[in-house]
């Protein structure tokens, strides 16, 4: 089975501190995505990564940046953290292809105080 | 700009019984997939079912299955004898081959099965 591991669950951080999220699959899938997850608004992609090194701006890119240095991790990262990004933040991974399945990790509900 | 509506923010219905799940969806390519995930409370987002906009036959997962109507751009799923563990909310989702491997997601809608 694919397994989509997120560091945190839960994280607590202040205005204006760096925080980073991590991921990690295992089933050495090239694409890996960052979404926030919102009551209302469904699921917004922030970025995504079709490979090691390559990222592309989602849909809500503002204040966020995202790295990936190896191919079964993949990395959100908030410069300033600032309140409006208190939010469940989930990732997911695929293999290549359109038809293929994203497999979503178990999230980590951020608050920003 | 693809986009895709769930007008129903919740739904509940009687365990064993029978509820459909709207979603709609607007997008200007002609080939495309839809699906539909589910997110049990506390638990990881799982798919439950997938369509390819070609084939004209719904598509079916034991007691889950879409009615889907090319030409209204609707995708609704229906869930036949809901169990409790049918309890999540559930997302409808599209992705078009000409672009970028992106979902998109609707706002999901909450269901409650009462026992």
């Known amino acids: 089975d694919v397994k989509v591991t997120q560091s945190s669950r839960y994280l607590v951080k202040r205005t204006g501190e760096k925080v980073f999220l991590e991921c990690v699959q295992d089933?050495?899938?090239?694409?890996m995505f960052w979404y926030r997850q919102d009551p209302g608004l469904g699921l917004r992609l922030i970025y995504f990564?079709?490979?090691?090194?390559?990222?592309e701006k989602g849909d809500i890119p503002e204040g966020y940046s995202v790295s990936r240095e190896k191919k079964e991790r993949f990395s959100l990262i908030l410069e300033s953290a600032s309140t409006n990004q208190t939010s469940m933040y989930l990732c997911?991974?695929?293999?290549?292809?359109?038809?293929?399945?994203?497999?979503f990790g178990p999230g980590t509900r951020l608050t920003v105080l | 700009a693809q986009t895709v509506t769930q007008s129903q923010p919740e739904m509940s219905v009687q365990e064993a019984e029978t509820v459909t799940l709207s979603c709609t969806y607007d997008?200007?390519?002609?080939?495309?997939?839809l699906f539909w995930y589910k997110q049990p409370p506390s638990r990881q987002m799982i798919l439950v079912i997938r369509?390819?906009?070609?084939?004209?036959q719904n598509a079916t997962e034991n007691r889950f299955s879409v009615n889907f109507q090319k030409a209204a751009k609707s995708f609704s799923l229906k869930i036949s004898d809901s169990q409790l563990g049918d309890a999540a909310m559930y997302f409808c989702?599209?992705?078009?081959?000409?672009?970028?491997?992106?979902?998109?997601f609707g706002q999901g809608t909450r269901l409650t099965i009462n026992p």
């Open positions: 997911a991974s695929s293999l290549s292809g359109q038809r293929n399945e994203q497999f």
């Open positions: 089933m050495d899938h090239e694409n």
């Open positions: 990564s079709y490979d090691v090194k390559m990222k």
């Open positions: 997008t200007s390519e002609s080939d495309y997939y």
């Open positions: 369509q390819e906009a070609y084939k004209q």
């Open positions: 989702a599209s992705l078009t081959i000409q672009g970028a491997q992106k979902l998109v």
